[in-house]
């Protein structure tokens, strides 16, 4: 069918590598306004929260962070089940490149948390069921790309690390609900830091424009990333030869 | 033996890798104790760094026998594979014909019998000498029987994934324990209900349905991993 053509030029490597070139100067276009309007938004414009002050401006980097540690997981565990299913070695090389730039927003979530932690709970950590879920969801990214590196024969790295990526995103849910259970068996009430019922538009729309910027910003690096990749991969492909022999 | 021609129904077939696994399991008994050896070793270890004091060790004992049940288990599922890779036997599994999903389940059904077992019967004998009462020990001990089967069906995914790759003891460990973390949650909150004079009804349905979605996928990731690594 004419309507799966893109689909299948997909599995193409020169094809992907052009096309994420031809994307990555738009994205990285709009991420900078975005993100831009977002924390100039957040940061300046904004008034100061009542209750937590100044330190609730971290919000515009911890929720849009936490949001994609989560949509990385997603996307390194459907671009793997592509790879596994049609052999797609595009989509292995996805993955690949997803994962530690999941893991460096995983990270970044978790530090952010803590630092709003500690002015307003007065402690670096708590085991509070997002922080913990979000902790376990690193560890989770931490073992794929072990596993990536434990093997010498890249095929067989790809394949591996793509049936555990699928199993991990069948346990995602699973981790989620038993964490948020233990924990509000142990505390009777959690922090529900993000949650809140309404927020005036002076804080929310810097806020939705953040989460798109940063959204933005993962799908830039992913081409980076990805480019590398391809790179890597086809080094000894004769159509890669004039591409980096002019660069 | 029956002649080469005779098909052979996926039920006996399972059957014989059952209790092919159950007879080396069997005569290989040294190896057999070890987990069990490493779960009664791990559960003194806390007595001794922390203090004997029973309204203390019935606090934390729940934590302490899970976490040594999932540690020793986690253990035990190293070897899980290895051998039959070595000598040929997985290979013959892939070949035989049938569907892999349903010989492997085979193979970790044995050997969650043959490690959860010997387990469930040492958790008594830790336990009470943590201080926990005698009438937690039933949950204790069902709640056991049904977390080491989802530990070691979701083990044996990890187990047949780092089969292909360089050895290393630890990457098992790192693959897998995220994954059985909720085991270890449910499972200690049930206990520690049961300690407490509660209904432990909730964490031990909680188990059950974990391991049900585990017996019934995690057969299906573990023959992928085995193919990819006959490859």
Redesign the interface.
């Known amino acids: 069918m004419a309507t799966w053509t893109w689909f299948h030029r997909l599995a193409s490597p020169p094809h992907v590598y052009r096309i994420s070139g031809a994307f990555l100067p738009w994205l990285a276009l709009f991420t900078a306004l975005f993100i831009g309007y977002g924390f100039y938004g957040g940061l300046v414009l904004a008034p100061p929260d009542y209750q937590q002050k100044d330190a609730f401006r971290i919000i515009y980097v911890h929720a849009p962070s936490a949001w994609l540690s989560m949509l990385a997981y997603v996307t390194v565990a459907v671009a793997a089940a592509v790879g596994l299913i049609w052999r797609m070695k595009v989509a292995h090389a996805v993955a690949a490149s997803a994962a530690p730039i999941g893991a460096s927003f995983t990270f970044l979530a978790l530090l952010t948390g803590s630092l709003w932690g500690k002015p307003m709970w007065g402690t670096w950590w708590t085991w509070d069921a997002r922080l913990t879920s979000e902790l376990i969801l690193l560890f989770l990214y931490l073992g794929y790309l072990a596993l990536r590196g434990a093997f010498d024969d890249r095929a067989r790295a790809d394949q591996a690390s793509a049936v555990l990526a699928i199993v991990g995103v069948v346990n995602i849910p699973i981790i989620h609900f038993s964490v948020v259970w233990w924990n509000s068996l142990h505390q009777g009430s959690t922090v529900m830091k993000l949650a809140r019922p309404s927020m005036p538009g002076s804080m929310l729309w810097p806020l939705l424009s953040s989460l798109l910027g940063f959204t933005l910003l993962f799908a830039a690096l992913l081409c980076v990333r990805l480019r590398a990749e391809i790179i890597d991969r086809e080094r000894t492909a004769s159509w890669l030869r004039p591409i980096v022999g002019a660069a | 033996m029956s002649g080469a021609r005779d098909p052979v129904s996926l039920p006996s077939a399972a059957a014989r890798v059952f209790g092919r696994e159950c007879r080396l399991g069997v005569r290989r008994v040294g190896e057999l104790l070890q987990p069990v050896t490493f779960f009664l070793m791990v559960t003194t270890l806390f007595p001794l760094a922390l203090s004997p004091e029973p309204s203390l060790m019935r606090n934390i004992a729940p934590g302490v026998v899970w976490v040594g049940a999932l540690l020793s288990s986690l253990l035990s599922l190293e070897g899980l594979f290895r051998a039959d890779l070595d000598d040929g036997t997985l290979e013959q599994l892939v070949l035989a014909g049938q569907p892999l999903a349903g010989l492997v389940a085979a193979k970790v059904l044995a050997h969650w019998l043959l490690v959860g077992v010997p387990l469930v019967l040492a958790a008594p004998l830790a336990a009470s000498s943590l201080s926990v009462p005698a009438a937690a020990l039933p949950v204790l001990m069902l709640g056991l029987a049904l977390g080491t089967g989802v530990i070691v069906f ?1 083990g044996a ?2 187990a047949a ?2 089969l ?3 050895r ?1 003891s630890v ?1 098992l460990s ?2 897998v ?3 059985v ?2 085991v270890l ?2 499972g200690a ?1 049930a206990t520690d209900e049961a300690v407490r004079g509660d209904s432990a009804a909730g964490g031990l349905w ?1 188990l059950l349905a ?1 391991l049900i ?1 585990a017996v019934t ?2 057969p299906l ?1 573990v023959a ?2 085995v193919r ?2 006959l ?1």
């Open positions: 979701v995914v990890g994934l780092t292909a790759g360089r290393g990457l790192l693959l324990l995220p994954l973390m909720p949650i449910f909150r909680l974990m979605l996928l995690a990731a992928a991993a990819i690594c490859e």
